[in-house]
């Protein structure tokens, strides 16, 4: 029974392959660019003020009041963006809050990195720490993350810590996201 299961499968599976007007021809793929890839127009290096009061201390200096996107994933809460400009490099910022269930402190719980990296991509610094604190606030209110000094990513230009610290808005309501 099995097998005669199996053949009627297979028939229909030819039929309907057969039905294909491009079968038999070579496949071809898109040609691929030679030259280098460019970088899109950047926004300005100045990000709009918001409820955010975030700084960092270290190999990098800088502060700031903007607010970054929230989202959230099953056991997961993220805030993530672009920041300002450091000496003409773009800051990037991407907090995971592990295990997160609803708004409350995480202890050790949370994922902090931080990098610099140049739009041409001959700078690159990269900076984390795996076992921050945070809580998460409720409603759009964000969340504030206490210092924590993050470590220079072997294989990245950054030499010396960066401390990360203070309360990061979200521009929305915290939605469900890609994880």
Same mark, same amino acid.
């Given at each position: 029974?099995?097998? #005669?299961?199996?053949?009627?499968?297979?028939?229909?599976?030819?039929?309907?392959?057969?039905?294909?007007?491009?079968?038999?021809?070579?496949?071809?793929?898109?040609?691929?660019?030679? #030259?280098?890839?460019?970088?899109?127009?950047?926004? @300005?290096?100045?990000?709009?003020?918001?409820? @955010?009061?975030?700084?960092?201390?270290?190999?990098?200096?800088?502060?700031?009041? *903007?607010?970054? *996107?929230? @989202?959230?994933?099953?056991?997961?809460?993220?805030?993530?963006?672009?920041?300002?400009?450091?000496?003409?490099?773009?800051?990037?910022?991407?907090?995971?809050?592990?295990?997160?269930?609803?708004? #409350?402190?995480?202890?050790?719980?949370? *994922?902090?990195?931080?990098?610099?990296? @140049?739009?041409?991509?001959?700078?690159?610094?990269?900076?984390?720490?795996?076992?921050?604190?945070?809580?998460?606030?409720? #409603?759009?209110?964000?969340?504030?993350? *206490?210092?924590?000094?993050?470590?220079?990513?072997?294989?990245?230009?950054?030499?010396?810590?960066?401390?990360?610290?203070?309360?990061?808005?979200?521009?929305?309501?915290?939605?469900?996201?890609?994880?």
């Amino acid at each position: 029974m099995r097998t #005669g299961i199996v053949a009627v499968f297979a028939v229909a599976c030819l039929t309907a392959c057969s039905n294909n007007p491009d079968a038999g021809k070579p496949i071809r793929f898109n040609p691929v660019p030679t #030259g280098a890839a460019v970088a899109p127009a950047s926004a @300005s290096a100045a990000p709009a003020a918001g409820s @955010s009061r975030v700084r960092a201390t270290g190999e990098v200096e800088y502060t700031t009041t *903007q607010d970054f *996107q929230c @989202s959230y994933a099953i056991d997961d809460f993220f805030i993530r963006g672009r920041m300002g400009e450091y000496d003409g490099e773009p800051l990037f910022m991407s907090i995971n809050v592990e295990f997160y269930k609803r708004p #409350g402190t995480y202890t050790r719980r949370t *994922q902090v990195l931080f990098r610099r990296i @140049s739009d041409d991509l001959k700078h690159y610094a990269s900076w984390y720490h795996g076992e921050a604190t945070m809580t998460v606030l409720p #409603g759009r209110r964000g969340a504030d993350l *206490q210092p924590i000094t993050l470590i220079p990513e072997s294989g990245s230009a950054a030499t010396k810590p960066v401390t990360l610290e203070g309360h990061f808005g979200c521009l929305n309501d915290p939605t469900p996201g890609p994880g």
